[in-house]
Nanobody
């Protein structure tokens, strides 16, 4: 059974930084492309960033490009989302997802096989 667990959320002032972590257990981590998504109250879940199995390819939503960085450490079975210059509109529950058997991630949430429970990020103005 694959388990996906996020951590690192919290409350931060606008302009601040947070780093989210996501650990995958149960199967070899390097089998999975990884993605981060978020869902704000009353809104649909949206794509944030994705990283390939090897870490050589990344992709970002336009709204976070230049502020957020996705990375992974396959030896630690962990993917990270470094979030800088945070804005109040970044407030959401952030979800980590694993996509198996393919090299690259995807922007669509429906392409992912396993999900974490989410971690809350709140940015005050």
């Amino acid at each position: 059974q694959v388990q996906v667990v996020e951590s690192g959320g919290g409350l931060v002032q606008a302009g601040g930084s947070l780093r989210l972590s996501c650990t995958v257990s149960g199967r070899a981590f390097d089998r999975y492309a990884m993605g981060w998504f978020r869902q704000a109250p009353g809104k649909e879940r949206e794509f944030v960033a994705t990283i390939s199995r090897t870490g050589s390819s990344t992709n970002y939503a336009h709204s976070v490009k230049g502020r957020f960085t996705i990375s992974r450490d396959n030896a630690k079975s962990t993917v990270y989302l470094q979030m800088n210059s945070l804005k109040p509109e970044d407030t959401a529950v952030y979800y980590c997802a694993a996509r198996g058997t393919v090299l690259n991630g995807a922007r669509s949430q429906y392409e992912y096989d396993f999900w974490g429970q989410g971690t809350q990020v709140s940015v005050s103005s």
